[in-house]
């Protein structure tokens, strides 16, 4: 039994190599056709790669993007009640810092805060024009909540907020606008409601908002402390938290809404609000691109796979005297199914390989000569082979069993 096993197994791989064999010989015999065949696989393969390549970059950059405003951001302002139309801290359960001060004693993971109070005014910069300006004031951890980028000099720090210091930074556009670049703005003076304020700093948001944040283009952003002199008491349009670690930004939401509400009157609505649901539509939606993307890069492998079976039908039918020769000396219908479906899987994964090979070569290039730092998804290069290989074993199973039906003594005959 042993012996008839070893002898079955050699007789399987000659069989194998004879079919290669002949599916080489044949692939020699037709170069052309052959080339032209697989040159659908190769498009088709590298597409897939390169749709899976860009679904995930743009995925990247839409995260880096979100994730420049502040991942890690929470933020809470006063949406409404009883007086929920006044103006700030004239009427209204509006938040005041003792609650940014509750939120960080009672809540864990808080690595930063801020509150932002808001002014708006008018003032007379150094050409004597006038302009009307937005007027934050904030702490010296709100660079750090809001991730802001410092373009020259420097942001006010503790000491400059404990002293009241008549500190400011100002916008990029504000300092190109009025002084000529952010280098120049530094040292300049100006006056706030007749209080005059030195430039210490030029700042920008890492990423553009649009105007959908509350920094405008003329923004200009004071000491909280010193704001307070400007409204005479202590309440403020938001509180900005930052945590320390992403994944604790939904429980962290949720439990500075509760300290919040549990400070003022049950009618008082308060929002407290993260970015994270941005993220997760952000996510969504750069995969439903990838998706579609896919079914493209699908539709091609598929017409490229009728092509590759059109080319095995009419190779059948060039070939039939050789497979009623191959079947007079004995090989059988499996042997004769297996040549040509061989033929069809070579011609695919000849086709695929190339393709994965093309579909890789092109962000490894962006990587190696630019500074973007594109994704590469190797399992998309393991899925586009075997996608290969599945085109060629479906689209290569109805010639290969037209190849095995024919009657051995009508294609001797044939001519």
């Known amino acids: 039994m042993a012996a008839r096993s070893l002898a079955d197994t050699a007789r399987q791989t000659m069989v194998f190599s004879e079919i290669f064999t002949i599916a080489l010989d044949s692939f020699r015999a037709s170069k052309v056709r052959f080339v032209l065949t697989a040159i659908g696989m190769v498009i088709g393969t590298a ?90 004031g904030v702490s010296p951890q709100y660079v750090t909540v809001r991730n802001l980028q410092v373009l020259a000099g420097r942001f006010f720090d503790d000491d400059d907020a404990m002293a009241r210091a008549k500190v400011a930074l100002v916008t990029l556009q504000f300092a190109q606008t009025v002084y000529g670049s952010a280098a120049a703005a530094v040292g300049k003076e100006f006056k706030i409601s007749g209080l005059p304020f030195v430039i210490i700093g030029t700042f920008r948001e890492r990423v553009d908002t649009l105007g959908q944040s509350e920094i405008a283009g003329d923004t200009i952003l004071i000491p909280y402390s010193v704001g307070r002199y400007f409204t005479g008491n202590d309440a403020v349009k938001q509180l900005f938290f930052s945590t320390a670690d ?122 190696f000569f630019t500074e973007y730092r594109i994704p590469i998804s190797g399992l998309s290069a393991i899925i586009a082979l075997a996608v290969a290989m599945l085109v060629g074993v479906i689209f290569g199973t109805l010639p290969a069993t037209r190849a095995a039906q024919l009657d051995p003594v009508e294609s001797l005959h044939y001519e």
Do not use: C
Request: proline share 2%; hydrophobic share 50%.
């Open 246 to 367: 992403a994944g604790d930004v939904p429980r962290a939401t949720e439990m500075i809404k509760e300290v919040i509400q549990s400070r003022h009157r049950p009618q008082s609505v308060y929002r407290v609000e993260n970015l994270t649901g941005f993220l997760q539509v952000a996510s969504k939606v750069a995969n439903a691109l990838t998706i579609i993307l896919l079914a493209v890069a699908l539709m091609v492998l598929l017409v490229s796979g009728v092509g590759i079976m059109n080319i095995m039908l009419a190779n059948v039918r060039t070939r039939i005297r050789e497979i009623g020769i191959r079947k007079a000396i004995g090989a059988t219908r499996r042997e004769i199914r297996l040549q040509f479906l061989a033929e069809a899987v070579l011609i695919s994964l000849f086709g695929g390989v190339v393709g994965t090979v093309i579909g890789l070569a092109i962000p490894f290039s962006v990587r």
């Open 47 to 136: 597409s897939l790669i390169l749709v899976v390549t860009i679904g995930l970059t743009g995925k990247q950059y839409v995260m880096n993007q979100i994730q420049s405003i502040g991942a890690n951001l929470i933020y809470a302002y006063y949406e409404g009640g009883s007086n929920a139309s006044v103006s700030l801290g004239s009427g209204g359960d509006w938040l005041t810092v003792e609650d940014m001060k509750a939120v960080q004693a009672q809540v864990p993971g808080i690595q930063a805060a801020s509150p932002m109070l808001e002014l708006h005014d008018r003032i007379s910069v150094g050409n004597g024009k006038e302009r009307d300006i937005l007027v934050l």
